[in-house]
């Protein structure tokens, strides 16, 4: 994968393995070798990248987008776990949908920008964390009453049984959400844990795939 280490598969809890056992956490360690900020305004090649993914969501590929392969598998997925889909949009829909209001995909900084063409380019969603906040490699667990989510001094408290990408001492996100701001990566952050999620019927080369498009936008041209 690029110059990034080789993906790992997160660990799972046993509750996790016997009730999901399709759910997957892949993880790869990323070193950003370009300049600047990982929050600030995207080179331009990757915002020509983000133009060229905008042009392959039009009209009907749009609207339909759901019905394809890789995004209804994570709508089925929303489903088996409780969410509405036409509720809670999977991370593709969600993409799609706003470069439809907006007629593009907005940019929102490099780091952003790495992920959203991860997103595009596969339609499995990724995430990122700052490697140094991290207690172990992460992996996918269930929530305990009342934990915090992150370590930081605003977090807020979790309910019961929600699952949570975890390290060995905090929920670092709920699944399918950001991160916790403790745990995302800063501006001057320079090792990052990317972590693609994949569930039934994602091929695990696409999952990779994910992770390798989004580690080699984060590298010098």
Do not use: K
């Not at 990034?4 to 809890?13: D, I, L, Q």
């Not at 790869?28 to 600030?40: D, K």
């Not at 844990?193 to 010098?220: D, K, M, R, Y």
């Amino acid at each position: 994968m690029s110059s990034a280490a080789a993906p790992t598969v997160g660990w799972r809890a046993p509750e996790v393995m016997q009730e999901l056992p399709s759910l997957r956490l892949l993880v790869a360690e990323v070193e950003v070798a370009r300049e600047g900020s990982l929050t600030g305004v995207s080179p331009p090649d990757i915002q020509r990248r983000l133009r060229e993914r905008s042009s392959r969501f039009r009209g009907a590929r749009a609207v339909s987008i759901r019905l394809e392969p890789v995004p209804a598998a994570y709508r089925v997925f929303f489903r088996h776990i409780g969410l509405d889909p036409d509720v809670v949009r999977t991370p593709i829909e969600a993409a799609v949908l706003e470069r439809m209001l907006r007629g593009g995909f907005p940019t929102g900084g490099l780091l952003a920008d790495a992920l959203l063409i991860a997103l595009t380019d596969t339609g499995v969603p990724v995430w990122a964390l700052a490697s140094e906040t991290l207690d172990g490699p992460p992996g996918i667990r269930e929530s305990v009453e009342g934990e915090p989510l992150g370590g930081g001094r605003d977090a807020r408290a979790l309910p019961a049984g929600r699952l949570v990408v975890a390290d060995s001492r905090h929920a670092l996100a709920v699944l399918f959400e950001e991160p916790a701001r403790a745990h995302a990566p800063r501006s001057g952050t320079r090792a990052v844990t990317l972590f693609a999620v994949q569930v039934a019927g994602v091929p695990t080369l696409f999952a990779e795939e994910a992770l390798w498009s989004a580690a080699s936008a984060l590298e010098a041209p």
